[in-house]
């Protein structure tokens, strides 16, 4: 089994939680470029010196080098066996082209979009700061990312919408909740279901 799927969702929306989870569920690759980039800053690579101060601030890494990282992860082998989870990306419409462009040869199977009202994940970050003190979910740097979100990033649902990919999933609710439901509008939009699985449960 071969599944590629892409999440997107506001920040705050459960995408890191939810996209964890699925990974495991399927068995592929969770790729976090949130994660990734904030590794890179731990490990003072050269792109985590460039990409510090524009991920404290809440402003977007630039367009190429958000790209080549990504085309990078997804050519590993990992990746390219048994799919993958994409989680941050594409955040613009240049980047989403870029990925229609990388993932020619291997499509994605479906794009969930999951969606949280603005007041709610607001709250979500508030107590995510008190517990993980991300520089990031100060409340200006709070401000500025759903902004950009609402700018650069909401216009890909209409991009995928088009293609014909898109699932819209309800991310209110407990995490299983909300997890029983992305597992069953994946299915319904692609017809796969987990290994073993029957696509309704994995715990
Ligand atoms: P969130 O979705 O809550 O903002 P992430 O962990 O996905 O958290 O991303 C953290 C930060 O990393 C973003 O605010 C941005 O600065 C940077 N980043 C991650 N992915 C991208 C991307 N695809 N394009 C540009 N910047 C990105």
Request: charged content about 25%; cysteine-free.
């Amino acid at each position: 089994m071969t599944i590629r799927l892409v999440l997107l969702g506001r920040q705050g929306s459960g995408k890191g939680t939810q996209g964890a989870r699925l990974a495991v569920h399927y068995g592929i690759a969770h790729i976090s470029t949130g994660d990734m980039l904030r590794s890179a800053i731990k490990n003072a690579t050269p792109v985590g010196k460039a990409v510090k101060e524009i991920i404290d601030n809440g402003g977007l890494v630039n367009d190429e080098l958000m790209g080549s990282l990504v085309q990078g992860r997804l050519g590993e082998p990992d990746a390219r066996t048994h799919g993958y989870l994409l989680d941050g990306f594409p955040r613009t419409l240049p980047q989403a082209i870029a990925l229609d462009d990388i993932a020619r040869a291997r499509p994605i199977n479906v794009v969930v979009d999951l969606e949280v009202p603005r007041e709610l994940v607001i709250e979500r970050l508030t107590a995510r700061r008190a517990a993980e003190q991300r520089a990031d979910d100060a409340p200006e740097a709070v401000e500025r990312r759903l902004a950009l979100y609402e700018e650069q990033t909401a216009p890909l649902i209409a991009h995928y919408r088009k293609q014909g990919v898109l699932a819209v999933v309800d991310g209110v609710g407990s995490p299983e909740d909300v997890f029983a439901r992305m597992v069953s509008a994946i299915v319904n939009a692609t017809g796969i279901t987990a290994p073993g699985g029957d696509g309704r449960t994995s715990r």
